[in-house]
């Protein structure tokens, strides 16, 4: 099978042929249709997360057929493949309902090798049953982008003035969702790009501009999808009384220091990792319920490279996926 590996942190992806990975116990099997592009997959490649499993195929955002393994789905059926890969079950936090918390998890590609392939495996209790109303290419970013922004979004509580910082794959995704709920949406982009405030107009935003300045009013809460910690005290800055910023990124620089009165009134700054299956299942019955559109640009798997440099600087406008 063809497959862009990473063979260590700061090199670019290498396009591959080795054999079809053989499903263990539990697992299953699936030919992959599509893969969505993570900033997280950045992360990966640029060492700001440690000690991946290399070498590595990247790519947690996975739609494809069961062809092989399991119990749970038959052959044909289409899986997705998410970011959590393997939790131990029995730890306090699992047995709490909070095994995106898990000590011992395993990652999607990361510690798993996941679906910048043409060929995956993965286990069968973690992939989910997916909407059918939606293509291969338009489901594979409802698997991160999706649920990340979903759990971001219940932690911002019932906020009814909800700010997105970086408005990208999550927050493209997560405008619609907190429209569909009724909330009103103000959206903040790189200062000067008025092609993506255009863009989150268009879903529903009542008010975009850039991060650097502030919104018409006061915020109930905020989601920060930028990996900018410079960004934490801007959006406390914009927090009316008793309101939270959410960090929604698995990464992220630096947060500079900043006064107390910025936090003080009760304001909190609280942090998102990982996900839950419950998460996955209700986020995937909402999606078309809504319905969520998922705004893509496709390129082909041999093309990796060019889509994470084209993530990194900003130019895709909703998600990257990889087609096979």
């Not at 309902?97 to 973690?126: H, I, K, P, S």
Request: with cysteine; proline share 6%.
């Amino acid at each position: 099978m063809r497959a862009m590996v990473l063979d260590a942190p700061g090199k670019e992806l290498r396009l591959v042929d080795q054999p079809v990975p053989e499903p263990a116990a539990g697992d299953v099997l699936v030919e992959v249709g599509a893969c969505a592009v993570c900033r997280t997959d950045l992360h990966v490649v640029d060492g700001e997360l440690p000690d991946p499993k290399l070498p590595l195929i990247l790519g947690h955002q996975v739609v494809g057929r069961v062809v092989g393994g399991g119990q749970r789905f038959v052959a044909g059926e289409r899986v997705g493949i998410p970011w959590l890969g393997w939790t131990d079950g029995d730890c306090r936090y699992c047995r709490s309902g909070r095994e995106n918390l898990c000590d011992r998890a395993r990652f999607t590609g990361y510690q798993l090798d996941g679906g910048y392939a043409e060929y995956a495996v993965a286990d069968e209790r973690f992939c989910f049953s997916l909407p059918e109303s939606y293509s291969d290419v338009h489901a594979a970013p409802l698997l991160c982008a999706g649920l990340i922004g979903y759990r971001s979004l219940r932690l911002a509580g019932d906020a009814e003035r909800l700010g997105l910082y970086g408005f990208g794959s999550s927050a493209h995704l997560v405008a619609q969702v907190a429209r569909h709920q009724g909330r009103r949406v103000f959206a903040f982009t790189r200062a000067g790009d008025e092609e993506g405030q255009r863009f989150a107009r268009s879903l529903g935003a009542e008010w975009a501009g850039g991060s650097d300045g502030q919104p018409p009013e006061e915020l109930d809460a905020a989601i920060i999808f930028a990996p900018v910690g410079a960004l934490v005290p801007v959006a406390l800055n914009a927090l009316a009384k008793g309101g939270v910023v959410v960090c929604a990124g698995i990464h992220m620089s630096e947060i500079p220091s900043f006064p107390y009165e910025l936090l003080w009134g009760e304001r909190g700054v609280r942090s998102v990792a990982n996900l839950t299956r419950l998460d996955g299942d209700e986020f995937l019955g909402l999606a078309p319920e809504v319905p969520i559109n998922t705004e893509v640009e496709t390129l082909p798997l041999d093309e990796a490279n060019e889509a994470l440099r084209r993530l990194r600087a900003g130019e895709i406008r909703g998600s990257a996926v990889l087609t096979l």
